[in-house]
């Protein structure tokens, strides 16, 4: 199998000839911002992004060092020297984007960040991006990351709040700051339950709010705690933080993909949801092949597995490597 044209050099993206790194961390000339989370982002001479991922940069970074933004809109073909750059929606989180790059001799090469085929209420819906070579996540790439539909996972936390309301407690329901925590909000929100964000959450509630997502009946979690009758959401490193202890009798619920693996990793909750961000295996397979990629390289998490499964689909599939290690064979 032919190299893939964008290298891994020291575990940064790099189109290869250019100067153009996607989700570098590290300062770069020029960088793709797929979306803001931490692993993710970084403070680049010229960022690429959509205009929600530049907004919940400016939040998460500030504005020290910021370099010159060119923001980008979904399905909008726009130069970069001689490539022609396309984004599309990626589902994973507001203004999160898969690129897709037009090579100068016509290749096209898609780079999925981190994707999520599933429906959402917060996030613009993932679209299938037509290419060559795909780059695609596998977080989730083992064949046993199989989701419950979203809805059924959805139902199963509103069970965990009503029971927790009924009993006269205080439902805590624990999911990433950016992301996780709008789309349950907006969902127990909209569906009339009065909820109370971490300050945390809250300031990216705002960003949120600002980029055209209205998130009903949340309000910020003070120090005077929540009151009879209402959610709490609080990213999950802090549902032991003091904030939260003193939310008495609570109960708490941590929403994440990995719950598949047991509740084991969550000492300290209640109950544990598969309620994920990212796509499951089955959903990486089916959006590999919808592309219509003859070669596939898999990064993040469980890249060999998802390889070898994309190979046994008939597909031209292998983990991407480190340059620097290929060079030497
Ligand atoms: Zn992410």
Not at 185 to 213: D, M, S, W
Request: hydrophobic residues 40%; neutral net charge; glycine residues 10%.
């Amino acid at each position: 199998m032919r190299r893939s044209p964008i290298d891994l050099v020291a575990g940064e993206l790099r189109v290869r000839g250019t100067g153009l790194y996607l989700d570098a961390r590290r300062r770069r000339p020029c960088g793709f911002v797929s979306h803001a989370h931490a692993d993710h982002l970084g403070r680049h001479e010229r960022t690429i992004a959509t205009r929600a991922t530049a907004a919940l940069a400016r939040h998460r970074l500030g504005d020290r060092k910021a370099g010159e933004v060119l923001p980008a809109d979904y399905r909008t073909p726009f130069g970069l020297g001689e490539l022609t750059l396309e984004l599309f929606p990626a589902g994973h989180v507001l203004g999160s984007a898969q690129i897709r790059i037009t090579l100068p001799g016509g290749l096209t090469v898609g780079y999925t960040g981190d994707l999520c085929t599933e429906p959402t209420r917060t996030a613009e819906p993932a679209e299938v991006m037509p290419c060559d070579v795909l780059l695609m996540e596998s977080t989730f790439g083992l064949p046993r990351y199989v989701f419950p539909p979203k809805e059924e996972v959805l139902a199963a936390v509103r069970r965990f709040v009503d029971e927790t309301l009924d009993a006269g407690a205080t439902p805590v329901l624990l999911g990433y700051s950016l992301g996780k925590a709008q789309e349950v909000l907006k969902h127990f929100g909209e569906l009339g339950y009065p909820c109370r964000a971490h300050p945390t959450i809250h300031a990216v509630n705002e960003v949120y709010e600002a980029q055209g997502v209205p998130l009903p009946n949340v309000r910020l979690l003070g120090a005077e705690g929540p009151e009879k009758g209402e959610v709490v959401v609080a990213p999950p490193q802090l549902g032991r933080s003091a904030a939260i202890s003193r939310i008495r009798p609570r109960r708490t619920a941590v929403l994440t993909g990995w719950a598949l693996d047991g509740a084991r990793w969550f000492g300290g909750v209640d109950a544990s949801f598969p309620l994920s961000d990212h796509a499951d295996f089955p959903s990486l397979l089916r959006y590999a092949k919808a592309t219509g990629a003859s070669r596939v390289f898999t990064l993040h998490g469980h890249a060999e597995p998802l390889a070898r499964e994309l190979r046994r689909e008939g597909l031209g599939a292998e983990p991407l490597r480190e340059s620097a290690q290929m060079e030497l064979w």
